[in-house]
């Protein structure tokens, strides 16, 4: 599996971040590509995205998710990949948001997409616009305060 670890500082508080973090169905608004995701259950997620120019579709569970620190998850189906992000406050008005995700390049484009390192940048650039899209606002659309345990 490949890998893309990558982080961003965002002008919002620790709890903004991540309670955006957690209005999933919006990522399509800030995550080129993603064409909808659709929430199930707490648990239960399914994408629908744009990947090396094919459009792929894949479940996903969260395993784990502690408010206002982490949220982890892995493909249940699809295309295989998982990861977390954490939160961490820097101060009152500012925090960091880390992406650690994993990957299974699929096929030519996103072999190639993964070697040159195209995957890494699309991630970066979907954390910019994470933080425009945050900052712009100056607050978050919602959140869930929720926790998922492992096991």
Same mark, same amino acid.
């Given at each position: 599996?490949? @890998?893309?670890? @990558? /982080?961003?500082?965002?002008?919002? $508080?620790?709890?903004? +971040?991540?309670?955006q973090w957690?209005?999933f169905e919006?990522? #399509? ?5 993603? =064409? ?23 479940? +996903? ?5 502690? $408010? ?5 998850? =892995?493909? @249940?189906? *699809?295309? #295989? ?7 961490? $406050?820097?101060?009152?008005?500012? /925090? ?8 299974? $390049? ?10 040159? *390192? ?6 970066? =650039?979907?954390?910019? &616009?994470? =933080?425009?899209?945050?900052? +712009? ?9 929720? &926790?998922?345990? &492992?096991?």
């Open positions: 599996m490949s @890998t893309v670890v @990558t /982080s961003i500082e965002v002008n919002v $508080p620790v709890r903004a +971040a991540y309670n957690t209005q919006e990522f #399509p608004q800030f995550m080129t590509g993603v =064409k909808e995701v659709r929430q199930l259950d707490d648990r239960h997620l399914h994408w629908r995205a744009e990947i090396g120019g094919q459009e792929k579709e894949w479940d +996903a569970e969260i395993i784990e998710q502690m $408010p206002d620190q982490r949220i982890a998850w =892995k493909s @249940t189906d *699809g295309a #295989p990949n998982g990861g977390i992000v954490t939160f961490e $406050p820097i101060s009152d008005k500012k /925090s960091r948001v880390q992406v650690n995700i994993a990957y299974e $390049p699929e096929g030519v484009m996103e072999t190639v997409g993964d070697e040159t *390192g195209a995957v890494t940048l699309r991630v970066k =650039k979907d954390l910019e &616009q994470f =933080k425009e899209f945050i900052e +712009a606002r100056g607050r978050e659309t919602g959140g869930w305060r929720g &926790q998922v345990r &492992q096991g």
